[in-house]
T-cell receptor, first 116, second 116 residues
Framework: DQQVKQNSPSLSVQEGRISILNCDYTNSMFDYFLWYKKYPAEGPTFLISISSIKDKNEDGRFTVFLNKSAKHLSLHIVPSQPGDSAVYFCAASPLSIIQGAQKLVFGQGTRLTINP | DGGITQSPKYLFRKEGQNVTLSCEQNLNHDAMYWYRQDPGQGLRLIYYSQIVNDFQKGDIAEGYSVSREKKESFPLTVTSAQKNPTAFYLC???????????????FGDGTRLSIL
């Protein structure tokens, strides 16, 4: 049972345009969501996060939107640049200030290719 | 520079052998994690540790063991009981307890384990 799903294995976008990556989740206990970027043979790099008390969080070219009623989040990258070509993972966790460790659940990833 | 160091980058194992993957962090983080990534899939949690001398099973702990004798170190042993050990293994850490529990996990660059 996949609790976090990224239904698009790949996405191709022209340089300068907007890239939109989508993620759906099923567990209503999730209230902390993150996006990571990963290059081949490297570890994931944290991009941006959002907690369930917000519906939008912005950091430079990256914006994450959260729709709790639809259990859906998306990552917008604008404008897209060639260096954005990578695999993007969304992840989710219950937010707890009591339990120290986060039990993140990851989606399968979406490979983003930015074409010049 | 603070970060997470995983070694070796590539590891080969013969059938029936145990192997240990190293993970060291100098970020002064309380919580540490081990994930496994298979091709086309997301990261799956093997074990995590909230604090020294404590660790918990993740979603796919069978065939693996860990120890947490020092805050900086969280080695993972892949035992001969793990029937399909070929994968990319990633170690991560996060600040952990209290109000820092919603800080993102930072990842090492991984170890690729292959069976000869």
């Amino acid at each position: 049972d996949q609790q976090v799903k990224q239904n698009s294995p790949s996405l191709s976008v022209q340089e300068g345009r907007i890239s939109i990556l989508n993620c759906d989740y099923t567990n209503s206990m999730f209230d902390y969501f993150l996006w990571y970027k990963k290059y081949p043979a490297e570890g994931p790099t944290f991009l941006i996060s959002i907690s369930s008390i917000k519906d939008k969080n912005e950091d430079g070219r990256f914006t994450v939107f959260l729709n709790k009623s639809a259990k859906h989040l998306s990552l917008h990258i604008v404008p897209s640049q060639p260096g954005d070509s990578a695999v993007y993972f969304c992840a989710a966790s219950p937010l707890s200030i009591i339990q120290g460790a986060q039990k993140l659940v990851f989606g399968q990833g979406t490979r983003l290719t930015i074409n010049p | 520079d603070g970060g997470i160091t995983q070694s070796p980058k590539y590891l080969f194992r013969k059938e029936g052998q145990n192997v240990t993957l190293s993970c060291e962090q100098n970020l002064n983080h309380d919580a540490m994690y081990w994930y496994r990534q298979d091709p086309g899939q997301g990261l799956r949690l093997i074990y995590y540790s909230q604090i020294v001398n404590d660790f918990q099973k993740g979603d796919i702990a069978e065939g693996y063991s860990v120890s947490r004798e020092k805050k900086e170190s969280f080695p993972l042993t892949v035992t001969s009981a793990q029937k399909n050990p070929t994968a990319f293994y990633l170690c991560a850490s996060s600040p952990g307890t209290g109000t820092y529990s919603n800080q993102p996990q930072h990842f090492g660059d991984g170890t690729r384990l292959s069976i000869l």
